[in-house]
Protein backbone atom coordinates (compact mmCIF):
# COMPACT_ATOMS: atom_id res chain seq x y z
CA UNK A 1 0.00 0.00 0.00
CA UNK A 2 0.95 3.55 -0.81
CA UNK A 3 1.33 5.79 2.71
CA UNK A 4 0.92 9.05 2.97
CA UNK A 5 4.64 10.16 2.98
CA UNK A 6 5.11 8.18 0.05
CA UNK A 7 2.40 10.37 -1.65
CA UNK A 8 4.80 13.46 -1.12
CA UNK A 9 7.21 12.04 -3.47
CA UNK A 10 4.80 11.64 -5.91
CA UNK A 11 6.12 12.59 -9.72
CA UNK A 12 3.85 13.11 -13.09
CA UNK A 13 6.33 12.00 -16.38
CA UNK A 14 4.51 14.43 -18.59
CA UNK A 15 2.65 17.04 -16.44
CA UNK A 16 0.85 18.85 -19.28
CA UNK A 17 -1.48 15.72 -19.65
CA UNK A 18 -3.22 17.14 -17.08
CA UNK A 19 -4.80 19.81 -19.09
CA UNK A 20 -7.05 16.67 -20.17
CA UNK A 21 -9.00 17.30 -17.24
CA UNK A 22 -10.26 20.49 -18.73
CA UNK A 23 -12.13 17.86 -21.83
CA UNK A 24 -15.41 18.02 -20.11
CA UNK A 25 -15.71 21.44 -19.46
CA UNK A 26 -14.92 22.10 -23.07
CA UNK A 27 -17.41 20.39 -23.83
CA UNK A 28 -20.05 21.61 -21.77
CA UNK A 29 -19.16 25.04 -23.24
CA UNK A 30 -19.92 23.53 -26.65
CA UNK A 31 -23.06 22.07 -25.90
CA UNK A 32 -24.18 25.18 -23.91
CA UNK A 33 -23.37 27.12 -26.87
CA UNK A 34 -25.66 24.28 -29.19
CA UNK A 35 -28.28 25.06 -27.10
CA UNK A 36 -28.37 28.69 -27.09
CA UNK A 37 -28.77 28.57 -31.13
CA UNK A 38 -31.29 25.58 -30.35
CA UNK A 39 -33.43 28.22 -27.95
CA UNK A 40 -33.19 30.80 -30.88
CA UNK A 41 -33.89 28.02 -33.69
CA UNK A 42 -37.25 27.03 -32.04
CA UNK A 43 -41.00 28.17 -30.20
CA UNK A 44 -40.87 27.66 -27.08
CA UNK A 45 -43.75 24.87 -26.64
CA UNK A 46 -41.48 23.08 -29.31
CA UNK A 47 -38.13 23.28 -27.15
CA UNK A 48 -38.91 19.54 -25.60
CA UNK A 49 -38.80 18.34 -28.81
CA UNK A 50 -35.88 20.42 -30.46
CA UNK A 51 -33.47 19.58 -27.15
CA UNK A 52 -34.39 16.06 -26.83
CA UNK A 53 -30.62 14.04 -27.28
CA UNK A 54 -28.78 17.35 -28.21
CA UNK A 55 -26.65 17.63 -24.66
CA UNK A 56 -25.30 13.56 -25.36
CA UNK A 57 -24.76 10.78 -22.52
CA UNK A 58 -23.71 12.79 -19.87
CA UNK A 59 -26.92 14.68 -19.57
CA UNK A 60 -28.13 14.77 -15.53
CA UNK A 61 -26.07 15.66 -12.24
CA UNK A 62 -24.41 12.46 -11.45
CA UNK A 63 -23.67 11.41 -15.04
CA UNK A 64 -21.97 14.86 -15.47
CA UNK A 65 -20.36 14.56 -11.87
CA UNK A 66 -19.15 10.89 -13.51
CA UNK A 67 -17.64 12.55 -16.49
CA UNK A 68 -16.04 15.14 -14.92
CA UNK A 69 -14.35 12.84 -12.61
CA UNK A 70 -13.23 9.81 -15.68
CA UNK A 71 -11.82 12.48 -17.52
CA UNK A 72 -9.76 13.51 -14.20
CA UNK A 73 -8.47 10.60 -14.13
CA UNK A 74 -7.38 9.75 -17.61
CA UNK A 75 -5.92 12.90 -17.09
CA UNK A 76 -3.94 11.55 -14.21
CA UNK A 77 -3.11 8.42 -16.10
CA UNK A 78 -1.78 10.28 -19.06
CA UNK A 79 0.61 12.53 -17.09
CA UNK A 80 2.23 9.39 -15.77
CA UNK A 81 2.47 9.05 -11.95
CA UNK A 82 5.41 7.81 -10.22
CA UNK A 83 6.85 7.22 -7.04
CA UNK A 84 10.42 6.36 -6.81
CA UNK A 85 11.51 3.14 -6.13
CA UNK A 86 15.08 4.28 -4.58
CA UNK A 87 14.08 6.61 -1.25
CA UNK A 88 16.93 6.62 0.51
CA UNK A 89 20.39 8.40 0.04
CA UNK A 90 22.28 5.29 0.62
CA UNK A 91 20.06 3.19 -2.61
CA UNK A 92 20.74 5.84 -4.57
CA UNK A 93 24.55 6.46 -4.50
CA UNK A 94 26.12 5.64 -7.93
CA UNK A 95 28.09 2.35 -8.45
CA UNK A 96 31.52 3.51 -9.46
CA UNK A 97 33.26 2.11 -12.31
CA UNK A 98 36.52 0.82 -12.04
CA UNK A 99 37.84 3.30 -14.92
CA UNK A 100 41.37 1.44 -15.67
CA UNK A 101 43.22 0.25 -18.99
CA UNK A 102 43.60 -3.50 -18.65
CA UNK A 103 46.33 -4.91 -21.99
CA UNK A 104 45.88 -8.39 -22.27
CA UNK A 105 48.73 -10.76 -23.48
CA UNK A 106 48.39 -13.82 -24.70
CA UNK A 107 50.94 -16.66 -25.59
CA UNK A 108 49.98 -18.09 -28.65
CA UNK A 109 52.85 -20.19 -29.21
CA UNK A 110 53.71 -23.43 -30.65
CA UNK A 111 53.64 -25.25 -26.92
CA UNK A 112 50.25 -23.27 -26.02
CA UNK A 113 48.56 -26.78 -28.56
CA UNK A 114 50.11 -28.87 -25.61
CA UNK A 115 46.89 -30.63 -23.92
CA UNK A 116 48.06 -30.79 -20.32
CA UNK A 117 44.78 -28.68 -19.65
CA UNK A 118 41.56 -29.54 -20.79
CA UNK A 119 40.76 -28.98 -23.55
CA UNK A 120 44.28 -27.23 -24.45
CA UNK A 121 46.19 -24.70 -23.32
CA UNK A 122 45.06 -22.00 -25.95
CA UNK A 123 41.73 -22.74 -26.01
CA UNK A 124 41.85 -22.99 -22.28
CA UNK A 125 43.09 -19.61 -22.02
CA UNK A 126 40.79 -18.14 -24.38
CA UNK A 127 37.90 -19.31 -22.18
CA UNK A 128 39.24 -18.12 -19.00
CA UNK A 129 38.81 -14.62 -20.73
CA UNK A 130 35.44 -15.21 -21.46
CA UNK A 131 35.13 -15.79 -17.88
CA UNK A 132 36.39 -12.42 -17.32
CA UNK A 133 34.41 -10.66 -18.60
CA UNK A 134 31.53 -10.89 -16.87
CA UNK A 135 33.24 -9.68 -13.82
CA UNK A 136 34.64 -6.49 -15.56
CA UNK A 137 33.29 -3.26 -14.34
CA UNK A 138 34.00 -0.82 -17.05
CA UNK A 139 37.85 -1.15 -17.47
CA UNK A 140 38.87 -0.72 -21.39
CA UNK A 141 40.49 -3.96 -22.65
CA UNK A 142 42.68 -4.56 -25.29
CA UNK A 143 44.72 -7.95 -26.71
CA UNK A 144 48.02 -8.56 -27.31
CA UNK A 145 49.48 -12.11 -28.98
CA UNK A 146 52.76 -13.24 -29.09
CA UNK A 147 55.02 -15.98 -30.03
CA UNK A 148 58.36 -15.19 -32.01
CA UNK A 149 57.39 -11.90 -32.55
CA UNK A 150 53.91 -9.77 -30.67
CA UNK A 151 51.50 -8.08 -32.08
CA UNK A 152 48.42 -5.72 -30.40
CA UNK A 153 45.38 -7.74 -32.23
CA UNK A 154 43.11 -5.49 -30.24
CA UNK A 155 43.40 -1.97 -29.32
CA UNK A 156 42.14 -0.70 -25.96
CA UNK A 157 38.47 -0.67 -25.83
CA UNK A 158 34.90 -1.41 -23.73
CA UNK A 159 33.86 -3.72 -26.80
CA UNK A 160 33.59 -7.16 -25.10
CA UNK A 161 32.30 -8.29 -28.52
CA UNK A 162 35.42 -7.15 -30.10
CA UNK A 163 37.25 -9.12 -27.76
CA UNK A 164 35.57 -12.41 -28.48
CA UNK A 165 35.98 -12.04 -32.35
CA UNK A 166 39.60 -11.01 -32.01
CA UNK A 167 40.48 -14.43 -29.40
CA UNK A 168 38.78 -16.44 -32.77
CA UNK A 169 41.60 -15.67 -34.36
CA UNK A 170 44.24 -15.62 -31.66
CA UNK A 171 46.36 -18.76 -33.57
CA UNK A 172 49.50 -19.70 -33.41
CA UNK A 173 49.47 -19.35 -37.44
CA UNK A 174 49.37 -15.36 -36.77
CA UNK A 175 53.24 -15.30 -36.84
CA UNK A 176 56.03 -17.12 -38.64
CA UNK A 177 58.54 -17.02 -36.00
CA UNK A 178 58.22 -19.88 -33.58
CA UNK A 179 58.72 -19.31 -30.34
CA UNK A 180 57.64 -17.20 -26.83
CA UNK A 181 58.98 -13.95 -27.06
CA UNK A 182 57.98 -12.59 -23.19
CA UNK A 183 60.07 -9.57 -23.58
CA UNK A 184 58.68 -8.09 -26.64
CA UNK A 185 55.65 -8.66 -25.74
CA UNK A 186 55.59 -6.82 -22.35
CA UNK A 187 57.45 -3.84 -23.61
CA UNK A 188 54.54 -3.73 -26.61
CA UNK A 189 52.17 -3.76 -23.74
CA UNK A 190 53.90 -0.61 -22.09
CA UNK A 191 54.00 1.25 -24.86
CA UNK A 192 50.40 0.63 -25.82
CA UNK A 193 49.22 1.62 -22.26
CA UNK A 194 51.62 4.33 -22.03
CA UNK A 195 50.37 5.83 -25.39
CA UNK A 196 47.34 6.62 -23.98
CA UNK A 197 49.06 10.02 -21.75
CA UNK A 198 49.51 10.74 -18.30
CA UNK A 199 47.16 10.06 -15.50
CA UNK A 200 45.85 7.12 -17.47
CA UNK A 201 45.90 4.07 -14.82
CA UNK A 202 46.50 0.87 -16.28
CA UNK A 203 47.61 -2.93 -15.57
CA UNK A 204 49.04 -5.76 -17.96
CA UNK A 205 47.50 -8.97 -17.62
CA UNK A 206 49.80 -12.07 -19.10
CA UNK A 207 48.08 -15.18 -19.64
CA UNK A 208 51.16 -17.82 -20.46
CA UNK A 209 52.31 -21.50 -20.38
CA UNK A 210 55.80 -20.29 -18.76
CA UNK A 211 57.89 -22.97 -20.55
CA UNK A 212 60.93 -21.46 -19.48
CA UNK A 213 63.17 -24.09 -20.18
CA UNK A 214 62.58 -23.41 -23.84
CA UNK A 215 64.04 -19.52 -23.02
CA UNK A 216 67.24 -18.64 -23.76
CA UNK A 217 69.27 -16.72 -21.07
CA UNK A 218 68.93 -13.41 -23.23
CA UNK A 219 65.20 -13.81 -23.69
CA UNK A 220 64.59 -14.88 -20.03
CA UNK A 221 66.48 -11.98 -19.14
CA UNK A 222 64.90 -9.31 -21.82
CA UNK A 223 61.23 -10.87 -19.62
CA UNK A 224 62.61 -9.92 -16.12
CA UNK A 225 63.41 -6.30 -17.81
CA UNK A 226 60.60 -5.79 -19.46
CA UNK A 227 58.53 -6.55 -16.56
CA UNK A 228 60.37 -4.03 -14.32
CA UNK A 229 59.83 -1.42 -16.34
CA UNK A 230 56.27 -2.15 -16.35
CA UNK A 231 56.33 -1.74 -12.62
CA UNK A 232 58.66 1.43 -12.87
CA UNK A 233 55.86 2.75 -15.44
CA UNK A 234 53.22 2.22 -12.90
CA UNK A 235 51.67 -0.88 -14.71
CA UNK A 236 51.34 -3.92 -12.38
CA UNK A 237 51.72 -7.62 -14.11
CA UNK A 238 49.24 -10.25 -13.68
CA UNK A 239 50.06 -13.29 -14.49
CA UNK A 240 47.97 -16.47 -15.13
CA UNK A 241 49.86 -19.60 -15.88
CA UNK A 242 48.51 -22.38 -18.39
CA UNK A 243 49.71 -25.34 -17.72
CA UNK A 244 50.40 -28.20 -15.43
CA UNK A 245 53.56 -28.92 -14.05
CA UNK A 246 54.26 -32.51 -15.15
CA UNK A 247 53.30 -30.86 -18.70
CA UNK A 248 52.46 -32.38 -22.09
CA UNK A 249 54.21 -32.84 -25.65
CA UNK A 250 53.71 -30.21 -28.51
CA UNK A 251 51.43 -31.19 -31.51
CA UNK A 252 52.87 -30.73 -34.94
CA UNK A 253 50.10 -30.17 -37.56
CA UNK A 254 51.40 -33.18 -39.65
CA UNK A 255 49.75 -35.11 -36.73
CA UNK A 256 53.10 -36.26 -34.59
CA UNK A 257 54.42 -34.23 -32.00
CA UNK A 258 57.61 -31.72 -31.49
CA UNK A 259 60.70 -33.81 -30.98
CA UNK A 260 64.74 -32.98 -29.70
CA UNK A 261 67.15 -35.13 -30.27
CA UNK A 262 65.11 -38.39 -31.32
CA UNK A 263 63.03 -37.53 -28.03
CA UNK A 264 59.25 -36.33 -27.82
CA UNK A 265 59.68 -32.80 -26.13
CA UNK A 266 57.59 -32.42 -22.87
CA UNK A 267 56.81 -28.40 -22.22
CA UNK A 268 56.20 -27.96 -18.72
CA UNK A 269 54.62 -25.26 -16.59
CA UNK A 270 57.41 -23.62 -15.04
CA UNK A 271 55.38 -21.61 -11.82
CA UNK A 272 59.03 -20.50 -10.19
CA UNK A 273 59.88 -18.50 -13.41
CA UNK A 274 56.06 -16.80 -13.54
CA UNK A 275 56.06 -15.99 -10.27
CA UNK A 276 59.21 -14.17 -10.12
CA UNK A 277 58.15 -12.17 -13.42
CA UNK A 278 55.05 -11.36 -11.49
CA UNK A 279 56.84 -10.26 -8.34
CA UNK A 280 59.23 -8.20 -10.75
CA UNK A 281 56.16 -6.33 -12.31
CA UNK A 282 54.70 -5.53 -8.98
CA UNK A 283 51.80 -7.79 -9.53
CA UNK A 284 50.75 -11.60 -8.88
CA UNK A 285 50.38 -14.70 -10.23
CA UNK A 286 48.12 -18.10 -9.93
CA UNK A 287 47.98 -21.12 -11.76
CA UNK A 288 44.74 -21.67 -13.95
CA UNK A 289 42.26 -23.28 -11.61
CA UNK A 290 38.16 -24.60 -11.87
CA UNK A 291 35.69 -22.94 -10.88
CA UNK A 292 36.80 -19.50 -10.76
CA UNK A 293 39.18 -18.99 -7.97
CA UNK A 294 41.72 -17.95 -9.46
CA UNK A 295 40.09 -15.27 -11.08
CA UNK A 296 39.54 -14.20 -7.33
CA UNK A 297 42.69 -14.36 -6.78
CA UNK A 298 43.89 -11.91 -9.93
CA UNK A 299 41.11 -9.73 -10.69
CA UNK A 300 38.58 -9.53 -7.58
CA UNK A 301 41.92 -9.45 -5.46
CA UNK A 302 44.19 -7.58 -7.67
CA UNK A 303 42.92 -5.75 -10.84
CA UNK A 304 40.16 -4.42 -8.86
CA UNK A 305 41.75 -3.29 -6.32
CA UNK A 306 44.09 -1.20 -8.41
CA UNK A 307 43.47 2.91 -8.10
CA UNK A 308 41.70 3.81 -11.63
CA UNK A 309 39.94 6.91 -12.77
CA UNK A 310 36.97 6.34 -10.83
CA UNK A 311 33.92 8.75 -11.37
CA UNK A 312 30.42 8.76 -9.92
CA UNK A 313 27.71 7.75 -12.12
CA UNK A 314 24.54 9.63 -12.60
CA UNK A 315 22.32 7.20 -10.44
CA UNK A 316 19.90 5.23 -12.66
CA UNK A 317 16.49 6.18 -10.54
CA UNK A 318 14.07 3.60 -10.89
CA UNK A 319 10.24 4.04 -10.77
CA UNK A 320 6.72 2.91 -9.81
CA UNK A 321 4.55 3.17 -12.25
CA UNK A 322 0.97 4.68 -10.68
CA UNK A 323 -1.17 5.30 -14.62
CA UNK A 324 -3.04 1.65 -14.27
CA UNK A 325 -4.61 2.90 -11.12
CA UNK A 326 -6.01 5.74 -12.62
CA UNK A 327 -7.56 3.50 -15.74
CA UNK A 328 -9.55 0.70 -14.36
CA UNK A 329 -11.61 3.59 -11.78
CA UNK A 330 -12.17 5.68 -14.71
CA UNK A 331 -13.17 2.85 -16.99
CA UNK A 332 -15.94 2.24 -15.00
CA UNK A 333 -16.97 5.78 -14.74
CA UNK A 334 -16.89 5.81 -18.37
CA UNK A 335 -18.99 2.45 -18.39
CA UNK A 336 -21.90 4.30 -16.02
CA UNK A 337 -21.74 7.64 -18.47
CA UNK A 338 -22.03 5.87 -21.73
CA UNK A 339 -23.35 2.14 -21.38
CA UNK A 340 -26.36 2.18 -23.38
CA UNK A 341 -28.52 0.14 -21.17
CA UNK A 342 -28.70 2.78 -18.39
CA UNK A 343 -30.48 4.69 -21.04
CA UNK A 344 -33.36 2.04 -21.02
CA UNK A 345 -34.16 1.79 -17.70
CA UNK A 346 -32.22 -0.69 -16.54
CA UNK A 347 -29.10 -0.55 -13.82
CA UNK A 348 -26.86 -3.39 -14.89
CA UNK A 349 -24.28 -4.22 -12.49
CA UNK A 350 -21.08 -2.84 -14.36
CA UNK A 351 -18.77 -4.51 -11.57
CA UNK A 352 -20.51 -7.78 -12.48
CA UNK A 353 -19.39 -7.51 -16.22
CA UNK A 354 -16.20 -7.08 -15.63
CA UNK A 355 -16.20 -9.92 -13.12
CA UNK A 356 -17.48 -12.25 -15.45
CA UNK A 357 -15.10 -10.65 -18.28
CA UNK A 358 -12.13 -11.33 -15.98
CA UNK A 359 -13.17 -15.20 -15.12
CA UNK A 360 -13.66 -16.10 -18.67
CA UNK A 361 -10.10 -15.14 -19.79
CA UNK A 362 -8.94 -16.69 -16.82
CA UNK A 363 -10.71 -19.68 -17.56
CA UNK A 364 -9.44 -19.73 -20.62
CA UNK A 365 -6.20 -20.12 -19.82
CA UNK A 366 -5.82 -23.52 -18.52
CA UNK A 367 -7.41 -24.27 -22.17
CA UNK A 368 -4.77 -22.46 -24.04
CA UNK A 369 -2.16 -24.83 -22.01
CA UNK A 370 -3.93 -28.29 -22.98
CA UNK A 371 -3.62 -26.72 -26.21
CA UNK A 372 -0.11 -25.89 -26.34
CA UNK A 373 0.39 -29.24 -24.68
CA UNK A 374 -1.49 -31.49 -27.16
CA UNK A 375 0.04 -29.44 -29.85
CA UNK A 376 3.59 -30.74 -28.82
CA UNK A 377 2.40 -34.30 -28.24
CA UNK A 378 0.75 -34.08 -32.23
CA UNK A 379 4.59 -32.48 -32.69
CA UNK A 380 6.14 -35.44 -31.53
CA UNK A 381 3.56 -37.79 -32.82
CA UNK A 382 4.28 -36.44 -36.53
CA UNK A 383 8.09 -36.56 -35.98
CA UNK A 384 8.50 -40.14 -34.68
CA UNK A 385 6.38 -41.28 -37.34
CA UNK A 386 8.81 -39.54 -40.11
CA UNK A 387 6.16 -36.53 -41.10
CA UNK A 388 8.39 -34.04 -40.54
CA UNK A 389 6.75 -31.32 -42.47
CA UNK A 390 3.88 -31.75 -40.22
CA UNK A 391 6.11 -31.78 -37.23
CA UNK A 392 7.53 -28.88 -38.35
CA UNK A 393 4.29 -26.81 -38.79
CA UNK A 394 2.88 -27.79 -35.65
CA UNK A 395 6.75 -26.61 -33.48
CA UNK A 396 6.15 -23.61 -35.66
CA UNK A 397 3.29 -22.81 -33.80
CA UNK A 398 4.57 -22.43 -30.36
CA UNK A 399 6.51 -20.75 -28.18
CA UNK A 400 10.07 -21.70 -26.10
CA UNK A 401 12.92 -23.90 -25.66
CA UNK A 402 11.35 -27.05 -26.85
CA UNK A 403 9.33 -25.61 -29.42
CA UNK A 404 12.48 -24.17 -30.69
CA UNK A 405 14.62 -27.79 -30.28
CA UNK A 406 11.84 -29.47 -32.27
CA UNK A 407 12.07 -27.09 -35.06
CA UNK A 408 15.19 -27.94 -35.42
CA UNK A 409 15.62 -31.27 -35.30
CA UNK A 410 12.71 -31.25 -37.93
CA UNK A 411 14.40 -29.17 -39.61
CA UNK A 412 17.66 -31.05 -39.34
CA UNK A 413 15.41 -34.18 -40.84
CA UNK A 414 14.60 -32.86 -43.83
CA UNK A 415 18.94 -31.49 -44.37
CA UNK A 416 17.88 -27.77 -44.16
CA UNK A 417 20.85 -27.22 -41.88
CA UNK A 418 20.42 -22.80 -41.99
CA UNK A 419 17.00 -23.18 -40.51
CA UNK A 420 18.32 -25.88 -37.98
CA UNK A 421 21.13 -24.02 -36.91
CA UNK A 422 18.91 -20.77 -36.54
CA UNK A 423 16.51 -22.73 -34.21
CA UNK A 424 19.06 -24.82 -32.38
CA UNK A 425 21.02 -20.92 -31.43
CA UNK A 426 17.02 -19.18 -30.64
CA UNK A 427 16.98 -22.56 -28.16
CA UNK A 428 20.48 -21.97 -26.45
CA UNK A 429 19.12 -18.09 -26.15
CA UNK A 430 15.85 -19.50 -24.06
CA UNK A 431 17.51 -22.06 -22.28
CA UNK A 432 16.49 -21.86 -18.69
CA UNK A 433 19.64 -23.99 -17.31
CA UNK A 434 23.00 -25.13 -18.35
CA UNK A 435 21.51 -28.41 -19.27
CA UNK A 436 19.32 -27.16 -21.30
CA UNK A 437 21.64 -25.06 -22.92
CA UNK A 438 24.56 -27.74 -23.32
CA UNK A 439 21.58 -29.75 -24.56
CA UNK A 440 20.98 -26.90 -27.50
CA UNK A 441 24.65 -26.35 -28.11
CA UNK A 442 25.45 -29.73 -28.88
CA UNK A 443 22.71 -29.77 -31.16
CA UNK A 444 23.86 -26.81 -33.23
CA UNK A 445 27.23 -28.35 -33.23
CA UNK A 446 26.54 -31.19 -35.11
CA UNK A 447 24.28 -28.90 -37.05
CA UNK A 448 27.70 -26.90 -38.06
CA UNK A 449 29.45 -30.03 -38.69
CA UNK A 450 26.70 -30.95 -41.21
CA UNK A 451 26.52 -27.88 -42.51
CA UNK A 452 30.66 -28.09 -43.62
CA UNK A 453 31.51 -25.41 -40.60
CA UNK A 454 34.03 -27.59 -38.84
CA UNK A 455 35.65 -24.14 -36.97
CA UNK A 456 32.10 -23.02 -36.02
CA UNK A 457 31.24 -27.02 -34.91
CA UNK A 458 34.24 -26.73 -32.98
CA UNK A 459 33.28 -24.09 -30.37
CA UNK A 460 30.22 -25.13 -29.93
CA UNK A 461 31.66 -28.45 -29.07
CA UNK A 462 33.76 -27.14 -26.66
CA UNK A 463 31.13 -25.23 -25.15
CA UNK A 464 29.31 -28.35 -24.29
CA UNK A 465 32.29 -29.50 -22.71
CA UNK A 466 32.34 -26.46 -20.48
CA UNK A 467 28.98 -27.28 -19.47
CA UNK A 468 29.83 -30.97 -19.25
CA UNK A 469 33.18 -31.41 -18.81
CA UNK A 470 32.59 -35.23 -18.92
CA UNK A 471 30.29 -35.55 -21.69
CA UNK A 472 31.95 -37.78 -23.93
CA UNK A 473 29.95 -37.64 -27.00
CA UNK A 474 31.07 -34.33 -27.14
CA UNK A 475 34.57 -35.06 -26.73
CA UNK A 476 34.64 -37.82 -29.34
CA UNK A 477 32.82 -35.56 -31.61
CA UNK A 478 35.21 -32.26 -31.05
CA UNK A 479 38.34 -34.90 -32.03
CA UNK A 480 36.98 -35.61 -35.31
CA UNK A 481 35.89 -32.08 -35.90
CA UNK A 482 39.72 -31.13 -35.19
CA UNK A 483 40.65 -33.94 -37.50
CA UNK A 484 38.69 -32.85 -40.77
CA UNK A 485 39.78 -29.37 -39.70
CA UNK A 486 43.38 -30.69 -39.91
CA UNK A 487 42.53 -32.68 -43.00
CA UNK A 488 41.00 -29.45 -44.95
CA UNK A 489 43.91 -27.51 -44.13
CA UNK A 490 46.23 -30.09 -45.41
CA UNK A 491 44.70 -30.90 -48.42
CA UNK A 492 42.61 -27.89 -49.09
CA UNK A 493 42.24 -28.44 -53.04
CA UNK A 494 40.99 -32.58 -52.61
CA UNK A 495 37.44 -32.84 -51.21
CA UNK A 496 37.65 -34.93 -47.85
CA UNK A 497 35.98 -38.07 -47.12
CA UNK A 498 35.06 -38.62 -43.49
CA UNK A 499 37.54 -41.35 -42.30
CA UNK A 500 36.12 -44.32 -40.03
CA UNK A 501 35.86 -42.89 -36.25
CA UNK A 502 34.56 -44.03 -32.79
CA UNK A 503 31.75 -41.67 -33.10
CA UNK A 504 28.81 -40.87 -35.46
CA UNK A 505 28.79 -39.47 -38.90
CA UNK A 506 28.63 -35.60 -38.98
CA UNK A 507 29.94 -35.07 -35.40
CA UNK A 508 27.80 -38.11 -33.31
CA UNK A 509 24.31 -39.16 -33.06
CA UNK A 510 22.79 -36.21 -30.73
CA UNK A 511 21.27 -37.50 -26.94
CA UNK A 512 23.48 -40.86 -28.53
CA UNK A 513 26.88 -42.12 -27.34
CA UNK A 514 30.00 -43.29 -28.88
CA UNK A 515 28.90 -47.28 -28.40
CA UNK A 516 25.31 -46.51 -29.34
CA UNK A 517 23.82 -46.10 -25.67
CA UNK A 518 21.03 -43.86 -25.14
CA UNK A 519 21.84 -40.14 -23.43
CA UNK A 520 18.76 -39.07 -22.29
CA UNK A 521 18.80 -34.91 -22.25
CA UNK A 522 15.23 -34.69 -20.19
CA UNK A 523 12.95 -36.91 -18.45
CA UNK A 524 9.92 -35.70 -20.34
CA UNK A 525 10.68 -35.61 -24.36
CA UNK A 526 7.24 -34.79 -25.42
CA UNK A 527 7.52 -31.33 -23.19
CA UNK A 528 11.53 -30.74 -24.23
CA UNK A 529 11.48 -31.84 -28.35
CA UNK A 530 12.99 -34.45 -30.12
CA UNK A 531 16.32 -35.24 -30.44
CA UNK A 532 18.45 -34.72 -33.56
CA UNK A 533 18.96 -38.55 -34.31
CA UNK A 534 21.98 -38.58 -36.82
CA UNK A 535 22.90 -42.47 -37.46
CA UNK A 536 20.30 -42.88 -40.14
CA UNK A 537 22.22 -40.98 -42.24
CA UNK A 538 25.67 -42.77 -42.08
CA UNK A 539 25.80 -45.32 -44.50
CA UNK A 540 24.33 -42.79 -47.06
CA UNK A 541 26.50 -40.10 -46.22
CA UNK A 542 29.56 -42.46 -46.30
CA UNK A 543 28.48 -43.77 -49.87
CA UNK A 544 28.14 -40.51 -50.84
CA UNK A 545 31.50 -39.36 -49.91
CA UNK A 546 33.82 -42.11 -51.12
CA UNK A 547 31.64 -41.63 -54.86
CA UNK A 548 32.82 -37.70 -54.67
CA UNK A 549 36.63 -38.34 -53.79
CA UNK A 550 36.48 -41.25 -56.54
CA UNK A 551 35.17 -38.54 -59.09
CA UNK A 552 37.45 -35.72 -57.64
CA UNK A 553 40.52 -38.15 -58.08
CA UNK A 554 39.95 -39.22 -61.49
CA UNK A 555 38.93 -35.26 -62.31
CA UNK A 556 42.39 -34.31 -61.33
CA UNK A 557 44.14 -36.63 -63.47
CA UNK A 558 42.23 -35.47 -67.13
CA UNK A 559 43.87 -32.95 -69.08
CA UNK A 560 41.19 -30.55 -68.56
CA UNK A 561 42.19 -28.14 -65.97
CA UNK A 562 38.86 -26.55 -65.37
CA UNK A 563 38.53 -28.49 -61.80
CA UNK A 564 41.51 -27.58 -60.10
CA UNK A 565 41.48 -24.11 -61.44
CA UNK A 566 37.60 -23.51 -59.88
CA UNK A 567 39.14 -24.66 -56.83
CA UNK A 568 41.72 -22.17 -56.86
CA UNK A 569 39.38 -19.84 -57.52
CA UNK A 570 37.66 -20.63 -54.34
CA UNK A 571 40.73 -20.55 -52.22
CA UNK A 572 41.26 -17.15 -53.49
CA UNK A 573 37.59 -15.67 -52.83
CA UNK A 574 37.29 -17.64 -49.21
CA UNK A 575 37.37 -14.67 -46.46
CA UNK A 576 40.58 -15.86 -44.41
CA UNK A 577 40.56 -13.32 -41.26
CA UNK A 578 43.13 -14.57 -39.58
CA UNK A 579 45.99 -14.14 -42.48
CA UNK A 580 44.13 -10.73 -43.19
CA UNK A 581 45.43 -9.90 -38.99
CA UNK A 582 48.30 -11.49 -39.81
CA UNK A 583 49.97 -9.23 -42.48
CA UNK A 584 48.28 -6.87 -40.74
CA UNK A 585 50.84 -7.52 -37.78
CA UNK A 586 53.51 -7.69 -40.14
CA UNK A 587 52.92 -4.09 -40.94
CA UNK A 588 52.54 -3.44 -37.86
CA UNK A 589 56.10 -4.86 -36.91
CA UNK A 590 57.51 -2.95 -39.85
CA UNK A 591 56.53 0.27 -38.76
CA UNK A 592 57.66 -0.35 -35.65
CA UNK A 593 60.98 -0.71 -37.16
CA UNK A 594 61.15 2.48 -38.83
CA UNK A 595 59.55 4.32 -36.09
CA UNK A 596 62.87 3.52 -34.22
CA UNK A 597 61.15 1.44 -31.79
CA UNK A 598 58.01 3.70 -30.97
CA UNK A 599 54.88 2.20 -31.11
CA UNK A 600 52.84 4.25 -34.25
CA UNK A 601 49.23 4.91 -34.06
CA UNK A 602 47.34 1.28 -34.41
Known amino acids: MIGPGELSQLDWRNPWWLALALQPWLTGWLLRARRDKIYRYADAHLLPWAMRGSLGATSGKWRNLASMLAWLLLACAAAGPRLPLLTTPEQQAAIPRHEINLMIVLDVSP ?6 VSPQ ?7 ELLDLLPRLRGERIGLIVFSGNAGLLMPLSRDEAALRYYLTLAEPRLFEVPGSNVGAALDLARQSLLAQGAGQHGTVLLLTDGDSSALSAPMLSAARTAAGKLQQAGLPLYVMGIGTRAGATIPQTDGGVLEHDGAATVSRLDETYLTALARVGGGKYTGVQDGGSDWNALYDNGILTLPGNRHTAEPAQAWQELYAWCLLPAWLLLLYVYFPL ?3 GSRPDIAGWLLAGML ?8 AHADDTGTARAAYTAYRSGNYVEAQALYASMQGYAAAMGSGATAYRRQNYAEAIRQFTTAMLSAHSPAQCADALYNLGNSYFAAGSFGTAAD ?6 KLRPRDTNAAANLALTAGQ ?16 HRGHQVGGELGQAIDNQRVTMDNDKEQTGPEVDLSSRQNTEQAR ?4 VAAASAKQHEPDRAYPAALKKLELTADRPAQVQKELLKLDAADSNAGNGELLPW
Open 360 to 367: GYSAGMPT
Open 111 to 116: SMLAED
Open 342 to 344: NRL
Open 121 to 127: RLQRAKL
Open 460 to 465: AYQGVL
Open 485 to 500: LAAVRKHYATIIGIPG
Open 545 to 548: LRSQ
